[in-house]
């Protein structure tokens, strides 16, 4: 019997580490923009979640990458 196709689940909110997996930032830098307020996480539960609308938000608040700035 041929497996029924499954539409893959939209991804709404991920934990600090899988935002760390992501962004490819230490989960320490992510831990430490919750603390200060840079990113809103919710707990739901005994869980810690970022919207991933919020993860993004935060990501393009930073200045752009320049070449000036990465082989200065």
């Not at 490819?24 to 996480?41: K, T």
Request: proline letters at 8%.
């Amino acid at each position: 019997m041929p497996r029924a196709h499954v539409k893959p689940v939209p991804l709404v909110a991920v934990s600090p580490n899988q935002a760390s997996t992501a962004t490819g930032l230490r989960p320490e830098r992510i831990a430490a923009a919750i603390r200060s307020g840079e990113v809103r996480a919710f707990r739901v539960g005994t869980k810690t979640k970022i919207l991933c609308s919020e993860l993004e938000r935060w990501i393009a608040s930073h200045a752009p990458a320049t070449r000036e700035a990465c082989h200065g």
